[in-house]
């Protein structure tokens, strides 16, 4: 399925906003890291399985990373590749995140 999301451009640094893809049983979410703002795909690559088990919650507990809350798999915010864990290597899945008129747009392929 493609679509076009929006979402509000009011995160603050290091947080991260759950959303749910049109048609899809995975969600996304976005998050903001120095000042740039990256979407990805909820599904780590060990499971295939949600990364969070709270709302919202994606981040190591030092800010630093994004963390599966799983098996405890970290990675990069800037590009997703995992650094440690059970799928050290691979990467999340990015979307394509934009800021326009004061939202996030993301499009959905
Ligand atoms: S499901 Fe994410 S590290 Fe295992």
């Given at each position: 399925?493609?679509?076009?999301l ?17 048609g ?14 990256y ?20 981040m ?14 970290l ?35």
């Open positions: 399925m493609t679509a076009t929006t979402l509000p451009d009011d995160l603050a640094d290091n947080e991260c906003r759950q959303f749910d893809l049109p899809e049983s995975h969600s996304a979410f976005v998050i903001r890291h120095r000042g740039q703002v979407a990805y795909r909820n599904a780590c690559p060990h499971l295939g399985i949600a990364l969070n088990w709270l709302p919202d919650q994606f190591d507990p030092d800010r630093c990373f994004i963390q599966c809350a799983n098996h405890n798999a990675f990069t915010v800037d590009d997703g590749h995992c650094i440690t864990g059970p799928c050290a290597g691979d990467t999340l899945t990015p979307l394509p995140v934009a800021r326009r008129d004061g939202k996030l747009v993301i499009d959905i392929a």
